[in-house]
């Protein structure tokens, strides 16, 4: 993704993207960010992990530029996101650490038209970049693939150390609204002991607002022979995470009307109730619980969008923007 032009290293993907989409902000997941919204959302391609597993693997394993098919700069995106409605633009696919450059003209086109940026990123990224990039981000969902170096250095080609130390760097050096998402892998990090270790140190490193989703994994790319995580599996670590005093605790990309519900931290109460990526109810005054009062962590504006599940594909043209 990058090569030598001159005497400079330049990003060969800047301009290009994989292809672009409105989907409702509830799906990168964030669930505390503005929801019911829609994010336009892009990638370019290749990642800077070789996870075994990636459920995104024609993207982030390509090498061909034909999968960098869709061109627009970043005033066109900002004008495109602009129109469709969308409170926000979402870098995400691949790992948009690697396209840093790119995401950060966005990101500034954006913010003259007060739309918001958001990461999905597994994190992995040195001291230096991590301040740059997440210098122009409102909101990340940042993977935690397993709470072993082990897995990370095995099955996904990095290390745990630098994710953990970009979960600290958001919590305690910036305001960024940040969910966490684990893919949990039948036989690979599914463990209870595992994710009560994980869930442990998320409630005493990054305090118990923090979201925490539970995905389901589904056989891909060189682990096709995994079978996909059952429901119970989920649960199971959902509860490990609720004992461990995580106070949002989600399960994704399975059918589970209660790991999709948000309650209230203080009293229980149900405050948003989700059918897969649709808010189908609505129960906060201003924000806070109408029962005990209490505010849910979160960016939340006094109602939700109305976006529902959609997903839009968007083709950039020379003279505007097509759908389908
Ligand atoms: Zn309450």
Wanted: aromatic share 10%; with cysteine.
């Amino acid at each position: 993704m990058r090569a030598r032009e001159n005497d400079g290293i330049v990003l060969t993907t800047y301009g290009r993207s994989s292809g672009f989409a409105v989907d409702p902000i509830e799906k990168k997941p964030l669930n505390h960010f503005l929801p019911g919204t829609p994010v336009f959302s892009f990638g370019t391609a290749g990642c800077n992990l070789t996870c075994k597993f990636c459920q995104n693997w024609d993207i982030s394993k390509s090498r061909k530029m034909d999968t960098l098919a869709d061109a627009a700069g970043p005033e066109e995106i900002a004008n495109a996101a602009a129109r469709l409605g969308c409170r926000s633009v979402a870098f995400t696919y691949n790992d948009p650490v690697i396209f840093l450059e790119y995401a950060r003209d966005v990101a500034a086109a954006c913010l003259e038209r007060d739309i918001r940026t958001v990461a999905v990123t597994a994190g992995y990224v040195n001291a230096e970049p991590r301040e740059e990039f997440f210098s122009f981000i409102d909101a990340a969902n940042i993977d935690l693939k397993a709470f072993d170096e082990d897995f990370y250095r095995r099955i996904a080609g990095g290390h745990l150390e630098a994710v953990l130390d970009t979960l600290r760097y958001l919590r305690h050096e910036t305001d960024i609204w940040f969910e966490v998402t684990n893919l949990v892998i039948p036989g690979y990090n599914d463990a209870e002991d595992g994710i009560r270790r994980m869930a442990d140190w998320i409630f005493e490193e990054l305090g118990s607002d923090v979201p925490v989703h539970f995905s389901a994994f589904h056989p891909s790319y060189k682990m096709r022979d995994v079978p996909p995580t059952p429901r119970s599996t989920l649960r199971r670590a959902r509860q490990i995470a609720k004992d461990a005093g995580i106070r949002h605790v989600y399960t994704g990309n399975v059918h589970d009307r209660e790991g999709d519900t948000t309650y209230c931290a203080a009293c229980g109460t149900v405050l948003i109730v989700r059918d897969w990526y649709e808010v189908i109810a609505w129960n906060l005054d201003d924000g806070a619980c109408p029962k005990c009062g209490v505010r849910c962590a979160g960016v939340l504006d006094p109602a939700p969008g109305t976006w529902g599940s959609r997903r839009l594909t968007v083709k950039m043209g020379h003279d505007g923007i097509v759908l389908s």
